[in-house]
């Protein structure tokens, strides 16, 4: 097994599995050939030395790695070897990808990481999809995975799923990021926090969704106007307001036009 990339993710799965000397590692930074020695992985000099041989190829990079990995890989992969692309990257990305793995004579499959590996490890959610899933899916249980899940026969499909989650998960923590500046600039972060415990939704996602846009449609010129003066008052505390502004534009172009008119009057 060959491994490009052994940041986090990596060295992760290599000592949580114990894949040990049955498994190579390469990664652009010599220094985590220490990381890997440490974890009884084999270093190679290249990721052509790392993939030449090797049935079964976990890509583990930087997003914006994931094609040059592909592009220093695919000349010397193996007929009929996997590569399992477990990069967060665009579906079109992907396809690109899969596109020079399986001109080469590989086979692509397209995996998605749906939560941190640390402390989830082996258990970490993966989705997969691709023409190669139902084989990957065998394959990640071999190695060691536990919580694998095939989403489709298209590559691209897992990955759509990730990146759009990550929508509201990283753009949750980046709404967090914006609304802690101004409630610490203003002092008041000890009873924002409080209020919003006290109206907090245990509401499923799928239901919270669907009142979340019927709310918009119908009130969300009125919002958008609430919005940009909360806008305001993070300019005036000091805090560049790019996520309030972000929702002033998106509360405004869900109002439904005749029922926000009649909202807004």
């Avoid at 300019?235 to 036009?257: C, H, I, S």
Wanted: hydrophobic share 50%; proline share 4%.
């Amino acid at each position: 097994m060959a491994i490009i990339g052994f940041g986090e993710a990596a060295s992760t799965f290599a000592r949580a599995a114990g894949w040990g000397a049955g498994a190579v590692a390469f990664d652009i930074d010599p220094a985590r050939r220490a990381v890997m020695a440490r974890a009884g992985i084999g270093a190679a000099e290249s990721a052509r030395a790392a993939v030449e041989g090797s049935h079964v190829i976990l890509s583990l990079v930087t997003a914006g790695n994931a094609l040059a990995a592909v592009h220093q890989g695919a000349p010397h992969i193996a007929s009929g070897a996997l590569w399992l692309d477990m990069n967060s990257v665009a579906p079109e990305t992907k396809r690109a990808a899969a596109a020079e793995i399986q001109a080469a004579g590989g086979r692509y499959v397209d995996v998605a990481v749906l939560a941190p590996v640390d402390p989830a490890r082996m258990a970490v959610p993966l989705l997969v999809s691709g023409p190669h899933a139902g084989f990957a899916c065998e394959t990640l249980g071999r190695i060691g995975f536990t919580n694998v899940r095939t989403v489709g026969a298209e590559v691209g499909r897992a990955s759509a799923i990730k990146m759009i989650r990550s929508v509201m998960v990283k753009g949750i923590e980046a709404l967090t990021d914006e609304m802690m500046a101004g409630a610490e600039a203003a002092g008041v972060a000890e009873e924002v926090l409080a209020s919003l415990d006290a109206s907090d939704s245990p509401q499923r996602w799928s239901v919270r969704a669907a009142y979340n846009r019927e709310r918009m449609a119908t009130h969300g010129l009125r919002r958008a106007e609430e919005m940009k003066e909360a806008a305001r008052t993070l300019r005036a505390l000091g805090v560049d307001p790019v996520m309030t502004d972000g929702t002033v534009q998106r509360q405004q172009a869900a109002a439904n036009p005749r029922i926000a008119s009649r909202d807004a009057a």
